[in-house]
């Protein structure tokens, strides 16, 4: 469910119509539903709230400071996986005991700064990892809390790409491994390991694979424990599946009924990391359409938007409602690619769709923007990115400036050899 509906013939957000802002604010720009936003979340907490679960929201879906300052006033946890993540999620005020670290790749600079902010702890994915960690923590004279990011070789049945929990992915630690590693801690004597973490994956729409997952990790546990280890938090991950086109993924309510029984035994505190399930459909991308180019064997919607600013459909293939902001019921349909100005023949973000007969100037909406959208977007082919809006209680705000040209050349210097 989402707030982008129609008013008789335009598209609003909430109570404010889409076309006024685009003259107010130009194209392309994401646009966000505060209203959406908090009502995933919601849905997502209530569905747990018998155990009390900390809802970490992912940040890599979408880090908009106007969005994950929405979420962390209403309660919300962060889930980092960069330096940068982190700084960003101190900077709008984030409790550090709501922020979990993952990532496979965290460098000195990084684990020090989280040590020093005190987030709640680092989800260790390697043992190479453990053993910085221990360095640094020592050096710092610090004690720091983690949790083992276990690899619970699981198909979620999603895109290859988005797939994190099988054994051929570079995510987590064996189980094995996680067992001894715990069964060895007092090789780490200023590591705390206090939780396991288990990710299997992204846009799961089925509660299956998650529940194949917690049956492994609930042996695991049990098996860490009997060797005298302490597992205090069990960190799900997230990868719950939204609406892009015709799929009917599960609901928080029906998430939760099928693994509570299995958390509720486990004696743990459950943490989840849900991203585009709260943010997915929350956020649109809108665009203006330039041309239309009819040939012998396809037809092209050029528009103002390109891969650089919505990655999406050229590296998963995935699949875009196209709407147009205002509608036309005369106009006729055509079959046609939605194409971006980009130099490559990949910049495309729909394909052979049955549209309304665009005429340059029209504007299009491309819905369920609002995860790995603007976080995912560049400045390929020199394009400053986009504007980023949000509607809050009937007002829009421009949440980002649009980057302008000087914007592509911040920080870069021309050696006095070349003048």
């Known amino acids: 469910m989402?707030?982008?509906?129609?008013?008789?013939?335009?598209?609003?957000?909430?109570?404010?119509?889409?076309?006024?802002?685009?003259?107010?604010?130009?194209?392309?720009?994401?646009?966000?539903?505060?209203?959406?936003?908090l009502d995933h979340y919601r849905k997502l907490r209530d569905a747990f709230q018998e155990i009390n679960p900390l809802v970490c929201f992912s940040m890599k879906s979408n880090s908009s400071l106007a969005v994950i300052r929405a979420l962390v006033k209403a309660g919300s946890g962060l889930d980092v996986v960069?330096?940068?993540?982190?700084?960003?999620?101190?900077?709008?005020?984030?409790?550090?005991?709501?922020?979990?670290?993952?990532?496979v790749g965290k460098t000195d600079r990084e684990i020090e700064s989280a040590i020093r902010a005190g987030i709640l702890f680092f989800n260790i994915e390697s043992l190479p990892e453990l053993v910085l960690i221990e360095s640094i923590?020592?050096?710092?004279?610090?004690?720091v809390d983690c949790a083992l990011r276990a690899n619970p070789d699981v198909d979620p049945h999603t895109h290859k790409f988005i797939t994190t929990g099988k054994a051929e992915n570079k995510f987590g630690l064996d189980f094995r491994t996680v067992e001894k590693t715990f069964a060895d801690s007092v090789k780490y004597p200023h590591i705390r390991l206090r939780g396991i973490h288990v990710h299997i994956g992204s846009q799961i729409t089925e509660a299956e694979p998650f529940c194949?997952?917690?049956?492994?990790?609930?042996?695991?546990?049990?098996?860490?424990?009997?060797?005298?280890?302490?597992?205090?938090?069990?960190?799900?991950?997230g990868g719950l599946g939204i609406v892009y086109r015709k799929e009917h993924p599960q609901t928080a309510e029906r998430f939760a009924k099928a693994i509570l029984p299995m958390v509720r035994s486990l004696r743990v505190r459950l943490i989840l990391e849900p991203g585009r399930f709260i943010v997915g459909n929350s956020g649109i991308m809108v665009a203006k359409v330039t041309y239309v180019k009819k040939t012998r064997s396809k037809n092209f919607v050029i528009v103002d938007a390109a891969m650089n600013d919505l990655l999406r459909p050229s590296l998963y293939e995935a699949y875009h409602e196209v709407l147009p902001v205002i509608r036309r019921p005369v106009r006729g349909k055509i079959?046609?690619?939605?194409?971006?100005?980009?130099?490559?023949?990949?910049?495309?973000?729909?394909?052979?769709r049955k549209l309304p007969e665009f005429r340059p100037g029209e504007l299009i909406a491309v819905m369920g923007a609002g995860a790995y959208g603007f976080t995912m977007s560049s400045n390929y082919n020199s394009r400053p990115r986009s504007a980023e809006v949000m509607v809050i209680h009937g007002r829009f705000y421009v949440v980002r400036e649009r980057e302008k040209y000087e914007d592509l050349v911040k920080g870069e210097n021309i050696p006095k050899e070349l003048k």
């Open 2 to 37: 989402h707030e982008f509906k129609y008013k008789g013939d335009e598209l609003f957000c909430e109570d404010v119509g889409i076309g006024g802002i685009a003259a107010a604010v130009g194209t392309p720009f994401y646009l966000y539903s505060y209203k959406t936003l």
């Open 82 to 103: 960069s330096g940068g993540e982190l700084y960003k999620a101190l900077k709008i005020g984030c409790d550090p005991k709501k922020i979990v670290y993952a990532s």
């Open 137 to 143: 923590a020592s050096r710092m004279g610090r004690t």
């Open 212 to 237: 194949k997952a917690l049956k492994r990790v609930s042996e695991l546990i049990g098996a860490i424990r009997k060797s005298g280890g302490r597992v205090d938090w069990l960190n799900i991950g």
């Open 335 to 352: 079959t046609a690619d939605v194409v971006g100005p980009i130099c490559e023949s990949g910049d495309v973000l729909a394909r052979d």
